[in-house]
């Protein structure tokens, strides 16, 4: 017997199209808080995540895994377990956004980065630090893990159930950022806020990202995957 096929993703040619899906699927308070609740993303982010493969949307009639709810993001994510020479991870404990919003991590993650179609886990693991720790910094890829799968509601679209596959890749520091204490860097791979669409809310993105070495022993997280997409955890508040 044949096994079933997977559930086809659902495309969308244009943002009204995007809009008018969810809009008859999703509560309409979710929608109206995406983009306009601190830490929360807009259509337009949603849209281009889609568009450039990042992650895909699963109807509940062709995911019947989830059919409580009626449609679900499905994302996979290489979470970049960097260590130092003394073997302390990296992690990041917040990221400034394009809106002026300082969104604080509720718990230490690693370096996390969503995949792209036809990318491996460790093509990623090195994309992630390009953009996000900087051009001159080299790590050496040490290998991965078997993914795991998490399910929550998404912090960044609120109402949108997310479904994370999670990609666990380890490395270690060659050289090219500091190996102790504090830092931030500015992030290089995001720049969907330059993207304009007549009556759409623009796209919000990650400017700096900040980070700190935490030992073993002080790290109560699971840095197994890392969890979310790489902006999507933890509690809020403004920079304003």
């Not at 690693?110 to 900087?134: D, F, H, I, N, Q």
């Not at 993105?205 to 790290?219: A, I, Q, S």
């Amino acid at each position: 017997m044949r096994p079933p096929s997977p559930p086809r993703p659902l495309a969308f040619p244009t943002l009204d199209s995007l809009a008018a899906f969810l809009g008859s699927r999703l509560p309409a308070s979710a929608l109206a808080s995406w983009g306009t609740a601190p830490g929360t993303k807009t259509l337009l982010n949603l849209f281009l995540e889609l568009s450039q493969g990042e992650c895909v949307l699963i109807s509940a009639a062709t995911a019947p895994a989830a059919p409580q709810h009626p449609v679900v993001r499905a994302v996979h994510i290489a979470s970049v377990r960097i260590r130092n020479s003394r073997g302390a991870l990296l992690m990041e404990t917040g990221q400034l956004l394009s809106d002026g919003t300082l969104r604080s991590r509720g718990g230490l993650r690693p370096l996390s980065e969503k995949m792209r179609p036809g990318e491996t886990p460790e093509a990623a693991a090195v994309r992630a630090v390009r953009e996000e720790l900087g051009e001159r910094v080299r790590v050496r890829i040490l290998g991965g893990e078997e993914a795991r799968v998490e399910e929550r509601e998404s912090a960044s679209y609120p109402g949108l159930h997310a479904r994370y596959v999670l990609h666990a890749v380890d490395a270690e520091v060659v050289e090219g950022i500091p190996e102790e204490g504090e830092f931030d860097t500015e992030e290089g791979g995001e720049h969907e806020d330059k993207v304009v669409v007549e009556g759409a809310a623009a796209a919000i993105t990650v400017k700096r990202h900040y980070w700190k070495w935490v030992d073993d022993n002080d790290n109560e997280e699971d840095v197994a995957g890392g969890g979310g997409d790489g902006a999507e955890e933890g509690a809020r508040q403004s920079a304003h």
